[in-house]
């Protein structure tokens, strides 16, 4: 059995079946006349789960590939910019105690080893700085709640590298409209009542209720936690990660401003609490709040009443969602003629946004390495599943560097979790080489990595992590260049803030008079 792949059916809608159903159709220029199609089957019944609502960088360059202009995404979701991520209360609980990850490396990353010559300067009490805030401009501008841009930059260009937040539920039906219109893709709206097997064990087909039967030639799974063709059809188990990150349900809610004229944060806010944390996150219209928390270590109750303390009177107005979040992923992404995307393929506490992210990762390496036959799809599943099982792996690394280093000792959570038998072999290698050297890239060789190097130092140095320098202090003999850093990082905060407008006047400028096409 060696036919053309001619065929994409995609079952499931949202997010992560319109972004792979637009990555390939655009891709192979459906729209164009190729002799690849691309079906979308989506229940008219069903809602998306719909919270993913924060990005990394890397959905500027998605939304390109798909033709899409950054000023109808920002007006027609809801739109904001993100830089980065502010974690209030993670390391010690009190009120002065946050640190940031930004969207731009430090300055002079790769030149020399900044992180060395920055704790060197802080024991000498000749730096007061934080390691982002010394390094990288980026905190400045989210502590003001500046834009990444002005209204005279282009449209993805940047003054200071940024993502979105966004309208998720908006997010899918602006696709779905982008898709069918702009790219070919033909929306079949019906729900799936059986699969059908080939005598290979590939799925043949799926019966639909409204639709009759729709063959294809390789589907992709998008039906959400249900994964109702990968992990039901085809008996993919199951991979429970939650031995390691214990957040298993969340509590959200919508707030409105209390003015027209209210400030949006440019960054997503992570408020620990004493079983979990809470994400607030700036739309154009309204804020988007939750409480993921631990059931392990506190109540629905409890953690209900925290995020009603965090909101405050608001609250009461609020409509609470409760969603249960499985701590995992599928034990492979990709079989016979398969492959997950989405919550299908699993899922991880949204504490880095790495749900969306691993959509585009996913979409793109399926749209791009697109199996020309039958007979080579299983070589590029095994590609798949080998790049998507080390992806997982260094994510749920990064997700609990975050726990590992707290030292709060208000909850059994944040004790369990510094319990080594929760801590991945892997992340416990690193951290004892980082103890005499500071992340950097060579650590992270492979062509698969997710999180850079920078990205481990902003939260390591961020949560008070010392690297002891005694075995290398070869690393500390940039001294004059690292100070010449420290500097231009003062001067561009000098510059960026005196021009940069705040982030809710450029999104108003936006509305009203849209960004600079490239």
């Given at each position: 059995m060696n036919n053309k792949i001619a065929s994409v059916v995609i079952v499931g809608g949202g997010t992560a079946g319109w972004l792979t159903a637009g990555r390939i159709a655009a891709q192979h220029r459906t729209q164009t006349g190729s002799t690849i199609s691309v079906t979308l089957v989506e229940s008219p019944t069903i809602p998306i789960i719909g919270v993913g609502e924060g990005t990394w960088p890397t959905m500027?360059?998605?939304?390109?590939?798909?033709?899409?202009?950054?000023t109808d995404f920002i007006r027609e979701c809801d739109a904001s910019f993100k830089q980065g991520a502010k974690f209030a209360r993670w390391v010690t609980g009190t009120p002065d105690d946050f640190y940031y990850h930004p969207l731009m490396l430090p300055q002079g990353f790769g030149k020399t080893n900044m992180a060395a010559h920055w704790q060197a300067l802080r024991n000498e009490q000749q730096l007061q700085e934080s390691f982002s805030a010394a390094t990288c401009f980026q905190e400045a501008i989210c502590e003001l709640g500046l834009a990444p841009k002005m209204i005279t930059t282009p449209e993805f260009n940047s003054v200071a590298n940024y993502a979105y937040h966004l309208n998720a539920g908006k997010f899918s039906t602006f696709l779905q409209k982008h898709c069918t219109e702009k790219l070919g893709v033909l929306h079949v709206l019906a729900d799936v009542v059986s699969i059908n097997s080939a005598d290979n064990g590939d799925i043949r087909s799926v019966t639909t209720a409204q639709a009759g039967e729709i063959s294809g030639d390789l589907f992709v799974d998008c039906t959400g936690f249900q994964s109702l063709l990968l992990g039901q059809h085809l008996q993919v188990p199951f991979v429970d990660c939650s031995d390691v990150l214990f957040i298993d349900n969340a509590l959200a809610v919508q707030i409105p401003y209390d003015s027209d004229d209210a400030p949006i944060a440019s960054h997503t806010i992570s408020t620990a609490q004493d079983a979990g944390w809470i994400w607030d996150i700036g739309l154009i219209h309204r804020r988007g709040v939750g409480h993921v928390y631990s059931s392990r270590h506190t109540s629905e109750d409890q953690a209900t009443a925290k995020l009603a303390a965090y909101i405050g009177p608001a609250f009461n107005n609020a409509s609470l969602r409760k969603i249960p979040l499985p701590c995992g992923h599928r034990d492979i992404f990709w079989k016979n003629n398969c492959v997950a995307v989405g919550l299908s393929a699993g899922f991880l506490e949204p504490l880095e946004a790495s749900a969306l992210v691993l959509v585009?990762?996913?979409?793109?390496?399926?749209?791009?390495?697109?199996?020309?036959?039958?007979?080579?799809?299983?070589?590029?599943a095994k590609r798949f599943n080998e790049t998507f099982r080390y992806r997982w792996d260094r994510i749920i690394d990064f997700l609990k560097l975050h726990y590992i280093l707290s030292k709060r000792t208000d909850n059994a959570f944040w004790i369990d979790n510094r319990d080594p038998a929760t801590i991945p072999a892997s992340l416990q290698e690193l951290m004892q080489l980082w103890r005499y050297q500071p992340p950097g890239d060579h650590d992270f060789t492979s062509n698969n990595e997710v999180f850079p190097a920078a990205s481990y130092q902003y939260v390591l140095y961020g949560m008070g992590f010392e690297t002891c320098y005694d075995y290398s202090e070869h690393l500390l003999r940039d001294n004059q260049f690292a100070q010449e850093q420290f500097m231009k990082n003062k001067k561009t905060i000098e510059q960026v803030t005196r021009s940069l407008p705040s982030n809710r006047e450029l999104l108003q400028k936006i509305h009203l008079h849209g960004l600079q096409t490239l």
């Open positions: 500027r360059s998605t939304l390109m590939k798909l033709g899409i202009s950054e585009e990762l996913s979409a793109s390496m399926i749209a791009e390495q697109l199996p020309a036959c039958r007979a080579l799809m299983d070589i590029t």
